[in-house]
T-cell receptor, first 114, second 114 residues
């Protein structure tokens, strides 16, 4: 079935540092890929998405590029802020295997220190 | 739109009691998902509905769990009897029933079974 693997956390960075959170996936079809963010005590919010190979999703300074050849969708941001501290989930849907809905990675807890 | 609405936000109950979690999806969405989030297992898809019909409940952990969707604007997840290992955050999400689309999440119900 479909699966998503993302780097284990927590990831601790200083403000204004460069961020990369790795995500790779396994899917039998042609999935769409997503990054969700979860702030403390809240539900998941869509951060960005890409629906086909070589698409780049971007939002709030975050970017991720759908790389079919490496089955990856790494999240990047050039200069993080304390307010970016949250848990980040990589996810896919429509991969052709498993149930409808989203398949999530286990999440990466990001901590930004001032 | 108010988004996906879940109630209650917090629930504390004694082992053996019945617990009912409620969800109102976004108006017009025809897919609804129940997820469970724990530290150990991350986000797990429990069950999803398309057009009010349960499509896949293979993620429901035991017969103690049941879910219903009597109409397009309401769903329940019931645990009877509850056990301490059911303690988790339960999320409801909804989406349009189109390929590769994102899901919108409620704020979750934090369940504690003592």
């Amino acid at each position: 079935g479909d699966s998503v693997t993302q780097m284990e956390g927590p990831v601790t960075l200083s403000e204004e540092a460069f961020l990369t959170i790795n995500c790779t996936y396994t899917a039998t079809g042609y999935p769409s890929l997503f990054w969700y963010v979860q702030y403390p005590g809240e539900g998941l919010q869509l951060l960005l998405k890409a629906t086909k190979a070589d698409d780049k999703g971007s939002n709030k300074g975050f970017e991720a590029t759908y790389r079919k050849e490496t089955t990856s969708f790494h999240l990047e941001k050039g200069s993080v802020q304390v307010s970016d501290s949250a848990v980040y989930f990589c996810a896919l849907s429509g991969g052709g295997g498993g149930a409808d809905g989203l398949t999530f990675g286990k999440g990466t807890h990001l901590i930004i220190q001032p | 739109d108010a988004g996906v609405i879940q109630s209650p936000r917090h629930e504390v109950t004694e082992m053996g009691q019945e617990v009912t979690l409620r969800c109102k999806p976004i108006s017009g969405h025809n897919s609804l998902f129940w997820y469970r989030q724990t530290m150990m297992r991350g986000l797990e898809l429990l069950i999803y509905f398309n057009n009010n019909v349960p499509i896949d409940d293979s993620g429901m952990p035991e017969d103690r769990f049941s879910a219903k969707m009597p109409n397009a604007s309401f769903s329940t997840l019931k645990i009877q009897p509850s056990e301490p290992r059911d303690s988790a955050v339960y999320f409801c999400a909804s989406s349009l029933r189109v390929p590769n689309t994102e899901a919108f999440f409620g704020q979750g119900t934090r369940l504690t079974v003592v």
